[in-house]
């Protein structure tokens, strides 16, 4: 049985399933490089909040939380992960290959650089090029990450956006591998009618009516406002809008629902704080179409796609959701509007929400989709090339 290290910052809830699996299928250890305060409840700048995940990260898989040193920890810039000990505990484990996800920290650089040459080096990240820069900024960019995936042997990605992200900067196809970006499908799939009714009632939104949900961080680069001034402005009869999550624009959010809702005299904007991994399932379930309106920059993939899609529900995205060239088809389990353009989403959203039928036909085509994309595919093209 071959070994496998992984380098990651700290516990994910969309990961640890993989190693769980991974486990199963090779000698595996993750060394997570935050340090054990990783692993604790952590103040989440985005939400506002202190979070703490409600599924179990620390079972099933063998891992090591690293010294770290940083005077600044986290995984928010590149000095908040430093790891003195990291080079020497890997080569005591004596991987077969060195699987690592992200660069952008001191220890996970050093390992690429360090381990070239003489350990496969592999690389897991879901960068893309779908935000706009300027002419001098793509040239240092380009001269820069080139250099960086130098120092690796192969790059797994997550999607077409993603794949031509390493294309750009040196990765031939050679050294390019599709390992599907994944959640829980199963767990978003099941969740029980009473308690998704439970939040319908709970929010007054009778059966017949149509709920468009946002899920996520309350955040300039979602752009949540785009899609409550949209709703504001188009007249949807039977059809509500629902908000979850917390941050920086909560206030303003709230205020500008509040002057549409004193408007209209019908409650139809509703907001729920920050929703728990065991919790989110029946939330997506409760809605009729789920809508990311991103703008960036840094917009990635969107694995609340892969959620809401996997709870069967019709998707609308804006195209700088890189999860949106691989997932959605247009009229067919959704659509995507030009981010930022205000008319093309209120365009959208009265032709999606016309008819709570044909969301609901949408939707079974979204868990169609969705049905490769899972741990499983991911983890068999792991061992996989890690057996070759």
């Known amino acids: 049985m071959k070994s496998l290290a992984i380098i990651v910052t700290h516990p994910i809830q969309y990961y640890v399933p993989v190693y769980q699996q991974l486990a199963k299928a090779c000698k595996l250890k993750v060394f997570y490089t935050w340090g054990e305060q990783g692993a604790t409840s952590k103040y989440d700048p985005d939400f506002k909040k202190h979070i703490q995940w409600d599924l179990p990260l620390s079972e099933g898989y063998s891992f090591e939380f690293l010294e770290n040193i940083a005077k600044d920890l986290g995984s928010h810039h590149y000095k908040g992960i430093i790891n003195p000990q990291l080079v020497e505990n890997i080569k005591t484990f004596k991987p077969d290959a060195i699987l690592i996800y992200g660069w952008a920290y001191q220890s996970h650089l050093a390992v690429m650089r360090y381990f070239k040459g003489k350990i496969p080096v592999w690389f897991r990240g879901d960068s893309n090029l779908l935000d706009e820069t300027s002419r001098l900024r793509k040239i240092l960019r380009k001269l820069f990450l080139t250099w ?66 946002f899920a996520g961080k309350f955040e300039s680069k979602k752009n ?37 809702h004193e408007k209209d005299k019908f409650q139809k904007v509703h907001f729920m704080d920050f929703q728990n991994q065991s919790q989110m399932p029946a939330v997506y379930q409760a809605c009729d ?29 804006s195209d700088k959701v890189g999860s949106a060239q691989d997932l959605i088809l247009k009229k067919k389990n959704g659509d995507t ?18 008819n709570r039928e044909n969301l609901f036909t949408m939707g079974q085509v979204s868990k169609e989709i969705i049905q490769n994309w899972t741990f499983e595919h991911q983890v068999n093209i792991l061992i996989k090339t890690l057996n070759d």
Not at 167 to 196: C, I, M, W, Y
């Open 148 to 213: 960086v995936y130098q120092h690796i042997d192969l790059a797994f990605y997550v999607g077409n956006a993603n794949k031509a992200y390493y294309q750009a900067f040196g990765l031939n196809e050679t050294k390019l591998v599709f390992a599907p970006h994944t959640v829980d499908n199963t767990r978003f799939s099941t969740a029980p009618n009473s308690s998704a009714e439970h939040i319908r009632a709970h929010l007054n939104i009778k059966s017949n009516e149509i709920l468009i949900l």
């Open 224 to 260: 949540p406002l785009l899609l409550l001034k949209a709703f504001s402005e188009i007249t949807l009869a039977h059809t509500h809008l629902l908000f979850v999550g917390n941050g920086e624009l909560e206030a303003k959010l709230k205020a500008s629902a509040q002057l549409n």
């Open 289 to 317: 179409l789920f809508c990311l309106p991103s703008q960036g920059p840094g917009e990635t993939w969107g694995l609340a796609v892969n959620e809401a899609m996997a709870a069967g529900k019709a998707i609308l995205v």
């Open 337 to 354: 509007f030009i981010s930022g353009d205000l008319t093309d989403l209120k365009n959208k959203l009265q032709f999606l929400c016309t």
